[in-house]
């Protein structure tokens, strides 16, 4: 009785064009993430309430930042979104890309108004 091995493998290029864009290139990078979805939301909850929005808020109101009862709940609502975001089961995509967006929020508000100011 004789058993035969049949390897297959492919030596197909990669599309050097497409991966040189900086949107595919970050769709594979989130989609790479599906398996540590639940790292992803850790660090959300440690980064964005306890760090983020402490030196945020902090930040504005010693700028003098005369909006802050309106950027408050505008972030209390984005970070609400990547909570959703995770219980409803949507793609890596979509929940790294409103991490992505909350820091940006968190990041960007105060570097505005320092340059702005």
């Known amino acids: ?30 989609n790479r993430q599906a ?5 992803w939301l850790i660090m959300g909850h440690v980064l964005i309430p306890c760090v983020g929005m402490i ?9 003098d930042f005369q909006y802050l009862a309106y950027y ?17 089961g949507m793609k890596p995509v979509v929940f790294v890309s409103m991490l992505f967006l909350n820091i ?3 990041v960007g508000t105060p570097l505005l108004v320092l340059l702005l100011g």
């Open 55 to 63: 030196i945020s808020v902090f930040a504005l109101h010693f700028l």
């Open 35 to 39: 398996e540590s979805k639940m790292q």
């Open 1 to 30: 009785m004789q058993h035969s091995i049949q390897i297959e493998h492919s030596t197909a290029k990669t599309n050097r064009a497409a991966s040189k864009n900086i949107i595919s290139k970050y769709i594979a990078f989130t």
């Open 104 to 106: 940006l929020v968190l």
């Open 72 to 88: 408050m709940p505008f972030t209390f609502l984005l970070f609400y979104a990547m909570l959703v975001t995770f219980v409803c």
